[in-house]
Each structure stands twice: as structure tokens, then as C-alpha cells.
């Protein structure tokens, strides 16, 4: 059986993390797996679970989940997607002509819909959409009815990640939910260097970590904003963040980005904004690190503040080393996060929230640590690869034979 996973991100992180967990841990000797995915520091991840990789230019995706659908000013994006449009057929067809004998393409996320309708067409190959994000769900507008009637007509296979986002997709779809998969063991060789920095570490504080690009979409202002108010309370909290910049910051694109409004990398606030507020001794600015698994033990609570509305990657991957969440999501599903058990759910990411929650875990740490265990079973129950690998491996096969 031979897949071809086709995505639109170059840079590594939560989606290109979750595909490179989930084929990580497929075991079938019969599998062939083949990667086409935009130039970018995710690559060098599947080069190393993949039987072969092509990179190319750029993905055209046409995005409508609910954080980033296209709106006023938003619309200009979509001309980044049509330039990319003549790279993209392009890659579709050298990889045909690289590996002619593709039976399912999996798309990585429903933004590369079209690449991957295209890629059906090219290969005569069954087609898998994965739905990592939510779903603009408003049937008022034509663009989510046409996204329907094209998961309808063209996909043989639907994945979702979790039940928060399969509630945003048309109930009729068959949609098979498949929880993303983590990986607790550390890498071989540490980077001790990047660990040196844990020595900043201050004895007693309630350790608050944050794990995601320092993007404004990711909640990282409002982080700061409720760590001034903890500060003021007089709480010893501390805050690991984890994580950097994956787009330019200078140059003429930034610049453009930033007078549209559009610019959503906001690293030269976050440090800015931890001066002004007298945070210098409260805030570890880690950067971006291939071995997670090192730091999650280090944090006694995670913070994940996110504008999009649902549980992200570092949320269950803090639960497998017992460590809880505060959540921003309006309608948390057991599944990811059972508020007050595993975790706090807060209603938006608002920084009063944020800080009452910070506050609550810091008042009462035992608290902290039996919400940590009842995340650790949750994480083993949804979120083992093994277990995952064999359900994604089951609709491999059914595809194949429907």
C-alpha cells in the first residue's frame, strides 16, 4: 500500500507534528509512505519515517476553519494562494511522474482540499481528508455550503482529530475521529545547551508553561497581560515558554504584514511587553525545541490561551507527564479536557481568566497535582500512538476495499 501525505505547512510544528507522530508509528511492513509538502523544517522530520519526500515551493490552500477564513483585509491572502498555484501542479505532477502507483493521498489539514482533490485526479487514487482545525460552519455563506458539497463528492475518508472539531462538520459525514498521538520518550542525544536555561528556574514557584509559535492567534499576549496581574497579587509564578518565531520578523513582507494588519508573529511585543511590565526575572524565554519531552516535567501547569477556540497538541502532551491545563475554549469535550479534572477551561482568552485560573492552581497546588494524574490517564487512554496507528492503519485499508 502506497500513501502519499500531501500538506500546505513548511514549518514544524503542531500539524507537521501530529503526521509525523501518527506514520512514526505505523508498523506495517507493506506500507510505503511518501511525502510532498512545501520547503520548510518539517521535512526533515519525515524524511526520517518516509520511503521517499519531494519538496516544492508552495501549497495552494483555500482556508475557511473559524479563526482564519477569509474577511475583509484577510482576503488579500488568498493572492499568496493563487501564486502558488503553478508550483503546485507542478509538484503534483513531478510526483506522479516520481511515484506513478499512489493509492490513497492523505491530506494533512482540509485547507489543502483543492491540492488534494487535484492530486486524486492526477494519481486515480483514493483520498483521505485529515480536519485538524475547526470548521467554519455558517451555511448563510456559499463558501462553507461548496466546502461541504466537496468533502461530499470527493472525500473517501474523513479523520477528525477530536469530537470539538468533528462537531463542526456537517452531521451527515461519515467522520471517524482519530486523537492526535505523542511520543513521551525524550530524544536520545539532549541538547544541553538548551537545558542550561532551566537553571533560571526559581525554587517554590508554581512553574506555568506555554508551548506554541509566539503568535498572537496562540494567546501569547494575553499570557503576559494576566502574568502582570499574578505578579501584582504577589503569587511566586514563574512561566517557561517554549517555543519562537516561524516567519520572518524584518524585511519589506513583514513590513507589508504589519500595515495590513495581517502580521500575526508578535515575538518583538513579547519581549517589549515583559520589560514594561517588570518581568525580566518571571519569564523563561526558552525558544522552539525538537525535544519537548525534556521540559513538560519541568512545568506544573500548561497554559494554552489560543483564539481558536479548542485543545491544542501541547494539552495532551503535558497530561502524559501529569501535567494540567487551563484551556481556552467555550465548550471543552471530555475527550481533550474534563474541566476540573484535568484541567480549567476558561470561556475566551482573556487575561483576567487566565490569571484567576493561574491563581486557583497556585492557592491550592494539591490541586495541581491530582488534576496532572487524572490528565495522565486521559492522555493514555486517547492519545497513545500505538493505539492510534492501528485505528489510522484500519482506515487505510477500508478505504482501499470500499
Known sequence: MKILYLGGVGPFGGASRSLYEAVNALSDSSLST????????????????????????????????RWSYYRRLRWLVAFRELFHVPSMVAGLYAAQRKWPNIDIIHVNEITEIIPGILAKRIFGARMIIHVR?????????????????????????????????????????????????????PVEIPDKAYLMQLDGLRPGALRVGFVGNLFRTKGIVELLHAARLVKQAGSNVQFLIVGGATAETKGWKAAALRALGLANNVIEDVYRMIKDFGLEQDFLLLGPTADIQRIYPCMDVLAFPSHLDSCGRPVFEAAFFGVPSIVAVGRPTNDTLVHGQTGLAISKPDHKLIADAILTFDRDRGEVRRMGENARELAETNFRPDTNARRLLEIYRRTLTT
Not at 47 to 59: E, F, N, P, S
Open 34 to 65: 511518501y511525502f510532498l509538502m512545501p520547503r520548510g523544517t518539517a521535512m526533515s522530520f519525515y524524511k526520517r519515517v518516509a520511503t521517499d519526500t519531494l519538496a516544492i515551493r508552495g501549497v495552494t490552500r483555500f482556508d475557511h476553519t
Open 133 to 185: 482545525s475547526l470548521v467554519h460552519d455558517d451555511l448563510k455563506r456559499r463558501r462553507t455550503r461548496w466546502l461541504h458539497y466537496m468533502l461530499r463528492k470527493h472525500a473517501d475518508a474523513i479523520i477528525a482529530i477530536d469530537e470539538t472539531v468533528r462537531a463542526s462538520l456537517p452531521s451527515d459525514l461519515t467522520v471517524d475521529i482519530i486523537h492526535n498521538s505523542f511520543t513521551s520518550k
